[in-house]
């Protein structure tokens, strides 16, 4: 976890509930979501990790290794995120760690293939 997130964690730790409830509302205005959670019904006697499979849309490719060419797994993970050169490296040195969550079946092979080529192993979730 990035140094930037654990003080936010810190931040919301301290936060009163009606501070949390506004500054949930804040973030809704701002950004055009809604924080409510997300309720999947399945068909009656249907099996739950059936209907999973099967609408199965999103994907994680997750690094789990980077071989000898280190560097190099950094500069590909820096192209793909956009992230800067100590973020890339701490989420190569802590494999396994997502690389980019909920992208489609076709992004997630062609992280995969851009990581491999650079000498990294990846799973794809």
């Known amino acids: 976890m990035s140094e930037r997130t654990e003080q936010i964690i810190k931040l919301v730790e301290e936060m009163t509930v009606l ?9 809704e205005e701002k950004f055009g979501v809604t924080a409510a959670p997300a309720m999947v019904a399945a068909a009656p006697g249907a099996s739950p990790t059936a209907s999973a499979a099967e609408e199965k849309t999103e994907f994680t490719p997750v690094l789990t290794g980077f071989g000898a ?4 797994v950094i500069k590909e993970i820096r192209a793909i995120t956009g992230l800067g050169l100590k973020e890339a490296k701490d989420l190569v040195d802590n494999c396994p760690n997502p690389i980019k969550e909920s ?4 992004e997630a092979n062609e992280i995969k293939t851009k990581i491999e080529a650079a000498g990294g192993t990846v799973e794809i979730k």
């Open 19 to 27: 501070e949390l409830a506004d500054l949930v509302k804040t973030l």
């Open 69 to 72: 060419n280190k560097i190099q």
């Open 103 to 106: 992208v489609t079946k076709d």
